[in-house]
C-alpha cells in the first residue's frame, strides 16, 4: 500500500438533496482546498451503496489507520459509507459533512441554523480562513462549509457514536458464542417504530402518486391514530447505572417516574436495573447523535454530541415515546371521538418539536381524571379541561429516557386489553426505520438495539 496519508477522499453523491453535490465540490471546495495546498481526491458514487465501496477502495490504497474523508450528500450517504467501512479494524475516519441531503439531520445537529448576527460571530472565528480564499463566500455557502471549516482551523473531531440493531425471530436469539442472530442493522442517525417508522414507509408506497413532500403529510394522517403495540425494556449500560428519565418540571435527569412496572415477564433475559415499558405506543424514537431530524424539527433536544465531548458523558441512546393512554383526554374520549381526538394530539404535541424541541416540556394538567368520566361537558370546556401545560404539575406528556441499550418486542393485540384499544387502529410495531431505511421484525420477533464498543481513537469522528 502507498499514497499520500493526508489526502482529503471527498465523496460526492451527485443525486442527493437538490443534486448540487457536484457544483459545490468543483466550484468551491476544491478552490478552497486547492487555494490551501491541501491534497484531495474526488470519488463520485455511481448508484446507491457505491459509498460503502468507495470507502473500503480508499483503504485498500493508502498506509494508515486514519483516514480523511469529506462527505457531499446527506445523512443517506454517509450511513451507506458508514456501512461498507465499519467491519474494518483499527482505523479511524475523521469526516467532514458537506450538508448536501435534503434532511441532514446530523449536520444540522452539529451546526443548528442560526440567526444572520450568531452566523456572522459564530463565521468571524474563521476569518482568518476566508482571507485566504480566491473568492468571496456568501452566507449560506460559510454555513455549509462549517465542518470543513472546523477541520482547517484544526478542530479536535467528536466521536460519533454508532448504534446495531438486530432484528431476531425468537427462535434464533443467540448463537452459541452468545451473539445475536438476525439481520444487523447500523444507524449513526435514527432508530424508530411506530409513527415514525410507519410514515417513513407508508410515504415511500405513495411516492408514485404523490411525487412531493405532501405525501409525509398524508402518510402521517394514516398513521396519526394507531396504536403500536409492544414491550419495551430499556437497559443501563451495566449493574452500578440506571436508566435515566428527563423531568421537565426540574430540568433533570432522575429516576424513572411514569414508566413504574416492575414485572421483569415483558424482558427476555433479567437485566439488572432494566425498566419495562408496555405500550402501545403512538410514537417511540431512539438516537444518540441527533437533537433534530432536519434543520426545524427538533425531535430529541436533549441530545448532544458536543456536551458530551464536554462532558466527557458516556454515550447514551436518547429514547422519545408517546403513550396514548396516558392522556386523559383520550381515554375518557367517546370510542367514536377517540381517533380524531388521538390524531390531533398527535400532531399537537409532534409539532411542538418544531418550537425548539417544545414537546418534551408539555404535561398533562394536574387534575386526576377518572377514566370513565360521565359527566361531559361541551367541546369547549372539554379542551379547556384537558388542555396540556407547559413545564407545569402534572406528568410529562412525551417521555424520555436515556439508556445504553433497550429492547423492543412487538405484542399481538390479542394479548391485550381490547378495551382500551376502542375506536382506535392498531399499526404495524414490527417496522423499524434505521436512518430512514424500513426494515422488518420477524414475526414473535425482536429488536435489540444497542451503542456499538469501540476503541478509544478508533471509528468515525466528525469535525464539528
Ligand atoms: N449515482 C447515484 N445514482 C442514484 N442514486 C444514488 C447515487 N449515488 C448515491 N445514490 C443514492 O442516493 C441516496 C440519497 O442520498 P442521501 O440520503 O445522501 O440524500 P437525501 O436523501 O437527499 O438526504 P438526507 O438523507 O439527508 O435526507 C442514497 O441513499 C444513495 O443510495
Redesign the pocket.
Known amino acids: 500500500m502507498s499514497g499520500n496519508t493526508d489526502i482529503l477522499h471527498i465523496i460526492v ?6 443534486g448540487k453535490a457536484s457544483e459545490f465540490t468543483d466550484g468551491t471546495i476544491v478552490p478552497i482546498l486547492q487555494h490551501l495546498s491541501i491534497p484531495y481526491q474526488i470519488h ?8 460503502g465501496m468507495i470507502g473500503r477502495n480508499i483503504i485498500s490504497k493508502q498506509n494508515t489507520n486514519v483516514y480523511k474523508v469529506a ?1 457531499v ?8 459509507f458508514i456501512e461498507g467501512v465499519n467491519e474494518l479494524q483499527g482505523i479511524r475516519w475523521e469526516v467532514i459533512l458537506l ?9 444540522s445537529s452539529l451546526f443548528p441554523p442560526l440567526s444572520s448576527s450568531e452566523n456572522s460571530s459564530r463565521i468571524s472565528t474563521y476569518q482568518s480562513i476566508f482571507d485566504k480564499l480566491p473568492t468571496k463566500l456568501d452566507e449560506e455557502n460559510q454555513y455549509q462549509l462549517s465542518s470543513l471549516l472546523s477541520y482547517l482551523s484544526k478542530s479536535s473531531p467528536i466521536c460519533l457514536p454508532i448504534t446495531q440493531t438486530v432484528l431476531s425471530s425468537s427462535s434464533a436469539n443467540a448463537n452459541n458464542n452468545g451473539e445475536d442472530n438476525g439481520e444487523n442493522i447500523l444507524s449513526h ?1 435514527v432508530l424508530s417504530t411506530s409513527l415514525h417508522a410507519s410514515i417513513l414507509n407508508d410515504s415511500e408506497a405513495l411516492r408514485s402518486t404523490h411525487p412531493g413532500v405532501e405525501r409525509f403529510k398524508i402518510a402521517a394522517k394514516q398513521n396519526s391514530s394507531k396504536l403500536f403495540h409492544a414491550n419495551v425494556s430499556l437497559h443501563p449500560s451495566n449493574n452500578d447505572e440506571i436508566v435515566e428519565q428527563w423531568d421537565p418540571r426540574e430540568s433533570k435527569w432522575v429516576k424513572p417516574f411514569t414508566s413504574i412496572n416492575n414485572d421483569n415477564a415483558s424482558s427476555p433475559k433479567e437485566i439488572k436495573n432494566a425498566i419495562n415499558i408496555n405500550g402501545p405506543f403512538s410514537y417511540f424514537l431512539s438516537t444518540s447523535s441527533v437533537d433534530r431530524l ?1 434543520p426545524s424539527f427538533v425531535i430529541s433536544p436533549l441530545t448532544s454530541l458536543r456536551q458530551k465531548q464536554e462532558d466527557n458523558d458516556n454515550q447514551h441512546i436518547y429514547v422519545t415515546i408517546i403513550r396514548p393512554l396516558r392522556d386523559p383526554l383520550i381515554t375518557s374520549a367517546k370510542t367514536e371521538d377517540r381517533k380524531e381526538k388521538t390524531s390531533n394530539r398527535a400532531f399537537e404535541v409532534i409539532g411542538n418539536a418544531y418550537s425548539n424541541g417544545n414537546h418534551v416540556n408539555l404535561t398533562y394538567p394536574a387534575y386526576k381524571f377518572s377514566k370513565n368520566e360521565e359527566n361531559k361537558t361541551d367541546d369547549e370546556a372539554e379542551g379547556e379541561k384537558y388542555s396540556l401545560e407547559v413545564k407545569g404539575e402534572g406528568e410529562p406528556v412525551v417521555e424520555v429516557y436515556r439508556c445504553s441499550s433497550f429492547e423492543w418486542i412487538p405484542v399481538d393485540i390479542a394479548d391485550n386489553d381490547k378495551k382500551e384499544n376502542e375506536g382506535l387502529d392498531i399499526g404495524n410495531s414490527n417496522l423499524v426505520c434505521a ?3 424500513i426494515h422488518s421484525i420477524p414475526a414473535d420477533g425482536t429488536a435489540r438495539v444497542r451503542l456499538e464498543d469501540r476503541k478509544e481513537g478508533q471509528g468515525f469522528y466528525v469535525y464539528a
Open positions: 453523491n451527485p443525486v442527493a438533496g437538490h463520485t458514487t455511481s448508484s446507491p451503496g457505491n459509498a462527505i450528500g446527506g445523512d443517506g450517504t454517509f450511513h451507506e450538508p448536501f441531503g435534503t434532511a441532514n439531520a446530523l449536520f442517525v432536519e436512518d430512514g431505511a
